[in-house]
Structure formats: C-alpha cells, structure tokens
Nanobody
Framework: EVHLVESGGGSVQSGGSLRVSCAAS????????LGWFRQPPGKEREGVAA?????????AYSDSVKGRFAISRDNAKNTVYLQMNSLKSEDSAVYSC???????????????????WGQGTQVTVSS
C-alpha cells in the first residue's frame, strides 16, 4: 500500500508563493490520479488540482486556482508538487494529497473515490 506524506506548507503574505510536496512511499500505479485537496476551517474539502500518473500529460485545476497554481511530478522521486503563486487569504487551508485509481477525467474532484490520503500540511496566507 502506498503511503503519502505532504510537506512544504507554512505562512506567507498575500501575493507570495509556496510549493507543497506530496511524496509517495512507493510507485503510484500507472493509470492513477493524484489530486491535491484543501480544507479551510469550518468548510468542506475541495479539489484544487490533479495530475494523471502515466504517459498522458493530463492536468486539471479548479477555477479558483487556475492560472495561479501548477501541479507537476517527479517520477524519479515519486513526488508530486503543487506550486502556488499569487496566494490569497482565501487559499488558507490544510492541503492534502490523495490517490485514486481509474484516471482523472471527469472524476478528479470526487473525494469519495480517493482511497489513499496524506496527513495534510497547513498553508496560511495573511493579508
């Protein structure tokens, strides 16, 4: 079973940047979807970005982060990154990564389909 560990969270001022990482303990199966999610205090978890694990170059973003965030992966390190630029106070949340089988298309925001989750890392953006 693959285990996921997030890192790189912290505090930053509005307009700043952070990069969070999701390290897998082993190879994530080809054909999986790795998603980044966030949960602000008192709110539901929401999908932020996702990347397909395989030869197809598929990435997806929520409307709220499109153009500001970028997801990427380093296969040699079994790590997926989320580069977050032009951060806003509303981006403050616990950021978690998760893996689901069956690709990303049309389903990447469905938290119920993800079976493996990391513990999360806190991102705080001050205005």
């Amino acid at each position: 079973e693959v285990h996921l560990v997030e890192s790189g969270g912290g505090s930053v001022q509005s307009g700043g940047s952070l990069r969070v990482s999701c390290a897998a303990s082993d190879n994530v199966p080809t054909g999986s979807c790795l998603g980044w999610f966030r949960q602000p205090p008192g709110k539901e978890r929401e999908g932020v970005a996702a990347i397909y694990i395989g030869s197809v170059n598929y990435r997806a973003y929520s409307d709220s982060v499109k153009g500001r965030f970028a997801i990427s992966r380093d296969n040699a390190k079994n790590t997926v990154y989320l580069q977050m630029n032009s951060l806003k106070s509303e981006d403050s949340a616990v950021y978690s990564c998760a893996v689901k089988l069956g690709g990303c298309t049309g389903t990447w925001t469905r938290t119920d389909l993800y079976k493996t989750w990391g513990q999360g890392t806190q991102v705080t953006v001050s205005s």
